[in-house]
């Protein structure tokens, strides 16, 4: 949620920097919502004192024996007006709220305006594969190898589902492992949250409104705000755990990780970039997050990402790092790196981790603070994330960029420790 005093004393900034994201806003409405509330609340503030004056003074006049029935039938009257303004300002905040909460996240000002087009490679680790023999796609190397059951996944579940066996299965608890114990050595606290959450959680990362079709719902469709929904990503769950909560500022940086399985509801395409593992309705991933001082939260980005930078670079894998423009952010996020990886029979690089800061848009929204130790004040975290990693992005560059001429696969030195030091998997 953005900042409403900005939006009060410069709303002609807060509208060019969201037209960066392509979101059009006139406050105009939305102002004048304020004004109104801000009369309003004078006006009964006043009525207020009014009534608690009079109401100290009829025992007196009760006591002089003066005559105290038309003063009540006042008080009355006053008592309507007051309640009637009390509405209205409670309508009024309603109105503003929603407003709000539907407004996107600023970008930085540093990012460029615009979509895809716009975004910045700013980093390249490693070469594209050369293979001296015609290479295969992650799909029919998966297949051929036992790894991924795509045809009785969809069996079982429909289409965008898979299974995982044998040593597809064992790579991708490797992968997992591997990515755990990379967090627990940088300090990071390990989470397993639940998997159903409640319409708060989604509100609080910015996901819902907007985005509340995007997910799975348990309990129908009738009254959202009091049902659940599978998480998405395990960023909804972790950012929330401390809404409404004042934190002590020694508690800064608090870091976080947890390995969750996210569901989506969107399945993307049938595009041949989409197919296989690249997109599901269900995937692995383990997740970064961090709370941060102010202050401290361009330190906090800049460690996430070198993180899944090298989680990726540990692995063997070619990859780049990319800044995304303002229009390829999230909605709630104020900026966002991509860690993409390259899938060589696609010729194309896919996302493999996003590293996003938020600033303090998702701790207005939650209302997660934290006390200024040597001012005693509260203010807002910020709250960054990052994946580290969601591994089925990960299985088809690795199987793609280490495939071998006899059908097999090298498996990354990382993981072997995983495997019972199986160096290479073969039919």
């Known amino acids: 949620m953005l900042d409403i005093n900005l939006i009060r004393s410069d709303s002609a900034k807060v509208s060019a920097a969201l037209a960066k994201k392509g979101c059009a806003v006139d406050f105009a409405e939305m102002l004048g919502w304020d004004a109104e509330r801000k009369a309003a609340k004078q006006s009964v503030e006043e009525l207020k004192a009014k009534r608690n004056k009079v109401s100290a003074e009829i025992p007196k006049l009760k006591k002089a024996g003066e005559p105290v029935e038309k003063i009540f039938e006042e008080m009355r009257a006053l008592g309507d007006e007051i309640a009637v303004k009390d509405a209205r300002i409670a309508e009024l905040e309603g109105k503003i709220n929603d407003f709000l909460l539907g407004l996107p996240n600023m970008p930085d000002d540093d990012l460029l305006a615009g979509e895809k087009e716009n975004n910045q490679v700013i980093k390249v680790v490693g070469k594209p594969t050369e293979f001296g023999f015609k290479p295969k796609n992650h799909v029919d190397l998966c297949v051929d190898l036992g790894l991924i059951d795509y045809e009785r996944g969809v069996k079982l579940s429909g289409g965008g589902f898979w299974l995982y066996r044998g040593m597809g299965a064992r790579l991708e608890w490797a992968l997992l492992n591997y990515f755990i114990d990379e967090h627990l050595k940088d300090g990071y606290e390990f989470i397993l949250p639940p998997h159903q959450l409640g319409y708060n959680c989604g509100l609080g990362a910015g996901q819902f409104p907007k985005f509340a079709d995007e997910v799975y719902w348990l309990e129908g469709e009738a009254d959202r705000k009091k049902n659940r929904f599978m998480l998405p990503t395990a960023e909804t769950a972790l950012v929330n755990i401390y809404a409404g909560e004042i ?181």
């Open 247 to 427: 934190m002590d500022e020694s508690m800064l940086p608090l870091k976080l990780f947890a390995y969750t399985p996210c569901y989506r509801k969107e399945a993307g395409s049938y595009r041949s970039e989409e197919r296989g593992m690249i997109r599901g309705h269900q995937f692995n991933k383990v997740e970064m997050v961090q709370y941060a001082k102010p202050s401290e939260s361009g330190k906090a980005f800049e460690e996430l990402v070198a993180k899944a930078a090298r989680l990726v670079e540990g692995l063997g894998l070619h990859f780049r790092v990319s800044k995304l423009a303002a229009g390829d952010c999230s909605a709630s996020m104020a900026r966002t790196y991509d860690i993409e990886v390259w899938i060589p029979s696609m010729g194309i690089y896919k996302e493999v981790s996003s590293v996003s800061n938020a600033n303090d848009y998702q701790a207005r929204r939650n209302n997660t603070r934290y006390r200024d130790s040597a001012t005693g004040k509260t203010a807002f975290v910020h709250t960054l994330n990052g994946s580290g990693l969601a591994t089925s992005r990960v299985i088809p560059a690795i199987v793609e960029q280490f495939q071998n001429a006899d059908g097999s696969v090298t498996v990354p030195e990382v993981l072997r420790k995983y495997l019972g030091g199986i160096e290479k998997i073969s039919k």
